[in-house]
């Protein structure tokens, strides 16, 4: 039958040391407490119950709908945060999980395995627990004669012999659910913190009799709790590592993986290259056969294949295959490069269309204009769009001229074939086929010859 997720998310988060909560600093991009919720929505289609206190409105807004919220007003320890969230759920669920809002690196098929453990135990916990060197303050898992879970002893009243133990609580549990609804009001208040310790219903279960199962975890990196922004750092690091490993067997090459930052929700075709200090964020597609980088941004953009971004930002951009820019370009919001078009240094582009094969070499601005295929727009080109008041479009068509330092007056349009002078700063339409120079531009006559007709 059912399983309930319980993530605990109240304490203060003192180390972080600011003024955001700390289940809300971000991790790749995203709040912590949007991760351990994330994986949560991978074991059961019940909401998860999210136990929260210092910071309620700020972390209430972000996780928004779908998340059940229950109160803790005043933080007694472990065992008062899971009692919270009884009324919500007592008769739900026949089995609940605990775990933590700032434990954002454990993996679904982790608590997953925890779960079918418990579906075949007998008595009421299985817990997760790891062995490691540096107890960094966990609690120890105690064991008896047979190797059985006796009991968890927190770190600051445990005896030597107990301290020595290096079989460490991850802190997460998966508890029969009506035993647990029994028995988490019955835990002890504890001393010196005066505080109701969850890890205290191990030994109660032990004291009735039941067996208590542990998942040995084989890997520490997931069970790394963020209590201060080092270990925000290594937590970062260690997802970095993860993403890229994965995009890394699946034929994406990383010059140097540990400058390489691919969002969760990116996608990489295969035979692409990043190369260093390149972040692809958001709702980014790259395409295969890509070059990118170094020194690269892109968000939420889609890129197709055999494209290159040189040093550039690309943000809300498309570009269709065998695009490039760079390196010091820009494309912004509804910006899109067709097939083989190219922006060369210092080029941007906003609300904008450079048709099939068009060229924009260097040190220009496009804004609301379509330019057509085939098109060259001249160095130091500028679209004046916006009057102070409102935006207007250009039309640049196909095979168009453009000369250097043309300012294209918008609304206006540059017919098919027809060309500006360098310098010009152009008013009105430009007809197919025509030279317009000067300024204000004016085109010229078919028979009239003049000096100056270079473009
Ligand atoms: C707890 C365990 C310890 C384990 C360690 C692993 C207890 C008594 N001890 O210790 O055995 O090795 O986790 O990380 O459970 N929280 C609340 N309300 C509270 C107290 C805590 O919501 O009143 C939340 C915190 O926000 C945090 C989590 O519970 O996400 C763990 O609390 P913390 O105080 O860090 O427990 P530890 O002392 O680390
Ligand atoms: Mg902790």
Redesign the pocket.
């Given at each position: 039958m059912s399983l309930a997720v319980v993530i605990?998310?109240?304490?203060e988060?003192t180390r972080m040391k600011s003024d955001l909560p700390?289940?809300l600093h971000p991790l790749g991009g995203q709040p912590l407490v949007v991760h351990a919720l994330d994986t949560a929505r991978k074991l059961t289609d019940l909401p998860p119950v999210l136990?929260v206190?210092h910071g309620k409105e700020a972390v209430e807004d972000v996780v928004g709908d779908g998340v059940t919220t229950v109160e803790?007003a005043?933080?007694?320890?472990?065992?008062?945060?899971v009692l919270q969230a009884r009324e919500a759920l007592r008769g739900r669920a026949d089995r609940v999980l605990v775990s933590?809002?700032?434990?954002p690196l454990l993996r679904a098929e982790t608590l997953g395995e925890l779960v079918g453990r418990q579906r075949k135990n007998p008595g009421p916990i299985t817990m997760l627990s790891l062995i490691q060197d540096n107890p960094r303050?966990?609690?120890r898992v105690v064991r008896n004669e047979h190797g059985g879970v006796a009991a968890?002893v927190?770190e600051a009243v445990a005896t030597p012999e107990e301290l020595a133990i290096r079989e460490?609580?991850?802190?997460v549990y998966c508890f029969d659910g009506p035993w647990l609804w029994d028995h988490v009001d019955q835990i002890p208040l504890?001393l010196p913190k005066e505080?109701y310790?969850?890890?205290?219903l191990v030994g109660m279960a032990v004291d009735e009799g039941s067996k208590v199962e542990a998942v040995v975890s084989r890997d520490a990196d997931e069970?790394l709790?963020i209590?201060n922004r080092v270990h925000l750092a290594e937590a970062e690091r260690v997802l970095r590592q993860r993403i890229n490993e994965r995009w890394m067997r699946a034929g994406v090459t990383m010059v140097d993986p540990a400058t390489t930052y691919v969002g969760p929700d990116v996608t990489l075709g295969r035979d692409t290259t990043l190369h260093p200090n390149t972040h692809l964020r958001g709702q980014t597609v790259v395409g295969e056969a890509c070059v990118i980088g170094p020194n690269t941004v892109i968000e939420d953009s889609e890129i197709g294949d055999g494209c290159r971004v040189t040093a550039s930002v690309v943000e809300e951009a498309v570009m269709e295959d065998g695009s490039d820019i760079g390196p010091f370009g820009h494309l912004r919001r509804g910006a899109r490069l067709c097939e083989g078009a190219h922006v060369g240094n210092f080029g941007e582009l906003k609300q904008s269309t450079l048709g099939p094969g068009a060229k924009m070499g260097h040190f220009s601005y496009l804004g609301d204009a379509d330019v057509g295929s085939g098109a060259n727009i001249g160095a130091g080109t500028i679209t004046c769009n916006y009057d102070g008041e409102s935006k207007h479009p250009t039309v640049i068509e196909e095979g168009a001229f453009i000369g250097s330092d043309t300012m294209l007056v918008a609304p206006v349009r540059v017919g098919k074939g027809a060309k500006t002078g360098a310098g010009a700063v152009v008013t009105r339409d430009v007809p197919p086929g025509a030279l317009a120079y000067g300024v204000p531009a004016r085109v010229r006559k078919k028979d009239e010859a003049t000096d100056d007709d270079q473009v």
């Open positions: 605990l998310g109240a304490g988060g700390k289940v136990v206190g803790q005043e933080q007694l320890g472990t065992g008062h945060a933590y809002a700032d434990m303050g966990f609690g968890i927190e460490l609580n991850a802190g504890s505080e310790y969850l890890t205290d069970l709790g209590n």
